[in-house]
């Protein structure tokens, strides 16, 4: 069972930032590519920023670029979202996930539990 444990969510006012964390096991970090998604109260689950495993090629959704990077530590197996001037908007439970295919849903293999971001106005 491949685990993806996400950690780093919480409250922020708007402007803030928040550092998101996701850890899993070495021999999974390797071979796979990570992503971030994000769900927010009654609406789909959406791609907020992938990166390759080569740790080279990363994309972001329109809606956080220039605001929100993320990065990967080989050595930690670990995969981060730095997100700055947050928004209210951008309030919502972040997923972790791991892909060996492209950054959609269906594509995503596993999946973290989420942690929540909360952005107050």
């Known amino acids: 069972q491949v685990q993806l444990v996400e950690s780093g969510g919480g409250l922020v006012q708007a402007g803030g930032s928040l550092r998101l964390s996701c850890a899993t096991s070495r021999r999974t970090f390797s071979s796979y590519s990570m992503g971030w998604f994000r769900q927010a109260p009654g609406k789909e689950r959406e791609f907020v920023a992938g990166i390759r495993f080569s740790g080279i090629t990363t994309s972001y959704a329109d809606s956080v670029k220039g605001r929100f990077t993320i990065s990967r530590d080989n050595a930690k197996s670990t995969v981060y979202l730095q997100m700055n001037s947050l928004k209210p908007d951008d309030t919502a439970v972040y997923y972790c996930?791991?892909?060996?295919?492209?950054?959609?849903?269906?594509?995503?293999?596993?999946w973290g539990q989420g942690t929540q971001v909360t952005v107050s106005s």
């Open positions: 996930a791991a892909t060996t295919g492209g950054f959609t849903i269906a594509t995503m293999r596993y």
